[in-house]
């Protein structure tokens, strides 16, 4: 039965458990058991078991984020894989990684399986946008998108209650709650692979290089928001535990108020996007982290205390949420069969600045952590100059305000 093709009008006719939609829906609950798990314990994991500072966290960020960087290799891997194949055997990976991540307590260790959690995480993700905007019709896709992403945040809400509620209760050891959380991803991507058919989108994808001109912006926006966002992963919980001293269940339960509120807000978010327009939701956002950014330095500056910090934090992932917003404009400007590798080249120029930024920003962070948060702000103002630059009703042919008749020429 895997190897039945069946396209999306054909589909229609299966049980919905089996249609693609929930496909999608079930791949993004997998994804959050593993990778969150893995976050919320790594800031304690590392400082326990290896020593990290601040230099070896941002060398470690660096490590993950280069398979960000060689997204694009997605490209070749499509000549011999399908999409659906190559991002369910990604997610696969992503989940058997996590699961042996505590098998190897060292600095070269954790670096080499962090690689490995990597390449599965984000090809995964590449794939995964890629059949999200091919799937999903267009005038559906920010409502659909929403309702993903807090299915996504429910899978994570649930893995991080029960470790809140059972780390120093049951003395868990950071081995076993690897071990489990990743072996759930991997029970999922094994019945994600047996249990559905392969579907066909309706439009046959380049299996090549895509690089348009008239995609500048989107681009732009998706390296702006690669850097800023690094920041963020990288340093925000880092220092809830190096300033704040923050245990592993005090950060879980962090994440768990974030989680909670994604759940009811990103269906929201949706809605808003589709009423409102990317443009309007990118300007909200990027205004947002501004003022987070600058009070996150603030903290390091004139002491403010932890719970303006934790307060911080949950704001900071609600404005992230936003960011399909960026998805929903390139769905609307793109030819139909450039989903696919652009999806691969625009998650590397994503993680361009990601692939340098964390391993210098540790040493800056040693020095003033409050200028990390400095530089974040200025980026952020970047993002938001940009997303000012974003038409009302994006589409061919109108990608940006500077949009007009002259014919567009393919790079």
């Not at 929930?22 to 994991?45: E, V, Y």
């Not at 000549?79 to 307590?105: C, K």
Request: with cysteine; hydrophobic share 55%; charged share 10%.
């Amino acid at each position: 039965m895997r190897h039945q093709i069946l396209t999306l009008d054909q589909a229609r006719s299966l049980p919905f458990w089996r249609r693609p939609i929930f496909l999608l829906m079930l791949m993004a609950a997998g994804m959050p058991i593993a990778f969150f798990t893995w976050s919320a314990l790594l800031n304690n994991f590392v400082i326990e078991a290896a020593g990290f500072t601040g230099v070896e966290i941002g060398w470690l960020h660096t490590v993950r984020e280069i398979p960000g960087f060689l997204a694009i290799g997605v490209i070749a891997l499509l000549m011999l894989f399908r999409e659906q194949v190559l991002g369910i055997v990604a997610l696969g990976m992503l989940g058997a990684a996590t699961a042996i991540t505590a098998w190897f307590p060292s600095f070269g260790g954790i670096l080499t399986i962090t690689m490995l959690s990597s390449i599965g995480f984000h090809y995964f993700e590449t794939v995964n946008q890629s059949l999200q905007l091919q799937w999903i019709d267009k005038k559906r896709a920010p409502q659909m998108l929403g309702w993903i992403m807090s299915i996504g945040s429910a899978a994570a809400l649930v893995s991080y209650g029960l470790l809140v509620l059972t780390w120093k209760t049951f003395d868990l050891s950071y081995n076993l709650v690897y071990m489990i959380a990743g072996g759930t991803t991997l029970a999922i991507a094994v019945f994600c692979f047996f249990a559905y058919p392969q579907f066909e989108s309706p439009e046959p994808q380049l299996k090549q290089f895509v690089l348009r001109r008239r995609y500048w912006l989107y681009y732009a926006l998706q390296f702006m928001s690669g850097a800023r966002r690094q920041i963020f992963t990288v340093f925000a919980a880092f220092m809830m535990v190096e300033r704040f001293g923050f245990e592993v269940h005090e950060v879980t339960a962090l994440f768990l108020i974030n989680y909670v509120a994604n759940i009811f807000f990103a269906p929201l978010m949706g809605k808003a996007v589709a009423k409102w327009g990317e443009r309007r939701a990118l300007v909200f956002e990027y205004t947002g982290l501004i003022c987070v950014f600058l009070a996150y330095g603030g903290i390091y500056y004139f002491s403010w205390g932890v719970a303006l910090a934790s307060a911080l934090y949950v704001l900071d992932h609600l404005f992230f949420a936003l960011a399909f917003a960026l998805k929903t404009y390139f769905q609307k400007i793109a030819d139909p069969q450039d989903i696919a590798p652009t999806a691969a080249v625009a998650f590397t120029i994503n993680h361009i600045a990601a692939v340098f930024l964390p391993a210098l920003l540790g040493y800056l962070w040693v020095v003033s952590p409050g200028a990390v948060f400095g530089l974040a702000s200025a980026m952020a103002c970047i993002s938001l100059t940009l997303s000012l630059l974003i038409p009302r009703h994006p589409e061919k042919g109108n990608e940006t305000v500077f949009s007009g008749p002259l014919p567009q020429i393919a790079r």
